[in-house]
T-cell receptor
Framework: GQQLNQSPQSMFIQEGEDVSMNCTSS?????WLWYKQEPGEGPVLLIA?????ELTSNGRLTAQFGITRKDSFLNISASIPSDVGIYFC????????????FGKGTKLTVNP | GAVVSQHPSRVICKSGTSVKIECRSL??????MFWYRQFPKQSLMLMAT?????????EQGVEKDKFLINHASLTLSTLTVTSAHPEDSSFYIC????????????FGSGTQLSVL
């Protein structure tokens, strides 16, 4: 089946630093989404991408849909302690009522 | 505001009992909902697709008699873990597709099930 390779698995950074994480796949996706999950909570949608090459920002977050449609990255600028959590990428292939494939997550720790 | 409401947030039960988890769509009618399962430090694994007014569609390896799904109305889907065992202990999360083409998923807050 389809798989997403998300890296890095974990990151330990200082407050104020920029962060970059990415997802790659051997399969083509029509949508890429990035979620953040905090302990004991469901994932929260951060950014949704719909077109190859699309670059979208949400505050300090920026994500891009790769030209080949097989990859995506998420950048967080000027990290703050509340950025701590697990970030998941997800790829979708169906036109509607989306069944998503999730990456294994990147655990982010921000030291004040 | 919240799109999805999931209850309960935490359940502790004895082995052999059944547990029901509810997922409600708060502001629109959902013909489809998804149920995911997440083990500690793992990603989300799709268990089944809940379809309003018809049978749920289960992913390979998920026992439909073990995980009963009912989607009787356009705002409510329930997942019942029947005769729960310790290996069923996990974080269960429902989600709703939204967006113009239903391409985004919005998740409930999850239910942590612990079976003793």
């Amino acid at each position: 089946g389809q798989q997403l390779n998300q890296s890095p698995q974990s990151m330990f950074i200082q407050e104020g630093e920029d962060v970059s994480m990415n997802c790659t796949s051997s399969s083509i996706f029509n949508t890429w989404l990035w979620y953040k999950q905090e302990p004991g909570e469901g994932p929260v949608l951060l950014i949704a991408l719909y077109k190859a090459g699309e670059l979208t920002s949400n505050g300090r977050l920026t994500a891009q849909f790769g030209i080949t449609r097989k990859d995506s990255f998420l950048n967080i600028s000027a990290s703050i302690p509340s950025d701590v959590g697990i970030y998941f990428c997800a790829g979708g292939t169906q036109g509607g009522s989306e069944k998503l494939v999730f990456g294994k997550g990147t655990k982010l720790t921000v030291n004040p | 505001g919240a799109v999805v409401s999931q209850h309960p947030s935490r359940v502790i039960c004895k082995s052999g009992t059944s547990v029901k988890i509810e997922c409600r769509s708060l502001d629109f009618q959902a013909t489809t909902m998804f149920w995911y399962r997440q083990f500690p430090k793992q990603s989300l694994m799709l268990m089944a697709t809940s379809n309003e007014g018809s049978k749920a569609t289960y992913e390979q390896g998920v026992e439909k008699d073990k995980f009963l799904i009912n989607h009787a109305s356009l705002t409510l889907s329930t997942l019942t873990v029947t005769s729960a065992h310790p290996e069923d202990s996990s974080f269960y999360i429902c989600s709703l597709p939204r967006g113009g083409g239903s391409e985004k998923l919005f998740f409930g807050s999850g239910t942590q099930l612990s079976v003793l």
